[in-house]
């Protein structure tokens, strides 16, 4: 017969046992406490989409969109824009894009889309004169003279007006009783973007001096990325840049040409060594080509595009807007740091002054 041995629980010391009891729990406490204080803070990743209550933010969501047209008022021209939103319906920084030779408001959506999931209201505009309706319904031996054609000095004027009068508007809309756009904008914090000819028009708004149509920067706009950007065909580059006073983030390739003009990979890698100091950024992506910042490849492109190409543009930039439109410490100790070499390859390109 087997029999369970019981250990009898001998009655407790009531007065000297409590007091045990209550050191061990106060020192248990303590060590939480001290765990808890000493636990690193979540790191900052321009990446991670936040996690929004009801709507929650993944890679598979998208921001809620809308397209408007802006009336030109005495000018005529009227300007399409596509803005994105982030989910929270609080007042937000304001980043607007100006797409290349060609685009419309539809293009590089992938930026819209991961701007707006960060917290931005992204409007992108459509430039008339120089967007698809030159080439769309042009037959396809003919589309190259008409984009050509296009790549004109009253086109690159106009563009440069459109921006002024998006503010504007902007500025209108923000306050107007029914407009989907009522309080949402934060219009003391605008970052200015661009590709190719929208590169250009961007640096035109935000700083390049140019010897001709009186140009001068928006002083709202705060900051600004361009993607492939390029030098004047003539004068001096630190003449053009010298006096560039805000931040100014360079997206470049090392195979980054552009057929139309004539762009070369020298008038690219001109532009950073040109701008004053402080705040300045350059990347320059190992074997991208013109198309890379853009959605999809471009007809004549010879290298296989590269997935982490976007990943880098989306983290260098998203990092950029925090840190100077939202003053984010951690961002700009991120960019300053060894952030952007975490999504870099071995034989991308970073550097900043």
Known sequence: MNHQVVTPIEPMNKPKDLRILILVTLFMLAVGD???????????????????????????????????????????????????????????????FSPGLGGSREGNSYLGEHWAARGYIAVFVQHPGSDDSVWRDKPKGERMAAMTQAANLDNFLARVKDIHLVLDKLEGLNTTKNSRLLGRLDLQRVGMSGHSFGALTTQAVSGQHFPVGGLTADTRIKAAIMFSPSAPRRGEPKEAFGQVKIPWLLMTGTKDTAPIGNTSIESRFAVFPSLPPGGKYEVVLYNAEHSAFSDRALPGDTEKRNPNHHRVILALSTAFWDAYLRGDAAAKAWLDGEGPHSVLEKEDRWQLK
């Open 34 to 96: 001290a765990s808890s204080a000493d636990s690193p803070a979540p790191k900052y990743d321009p990446l991670v989409l936040p996690k929004v209550p009801d709507k929650g933010f993944d890679k598979g969501s998208k921001p809620e969109t809308l397209d408007l047209t802006l009336r030109g008022d005495k000018s005529g021209r009227d300007l399409p824009l596509r803005i994105y939103f982030p989910a929270a319906g609080t007042s937000a920084p304001v980043v607007l």
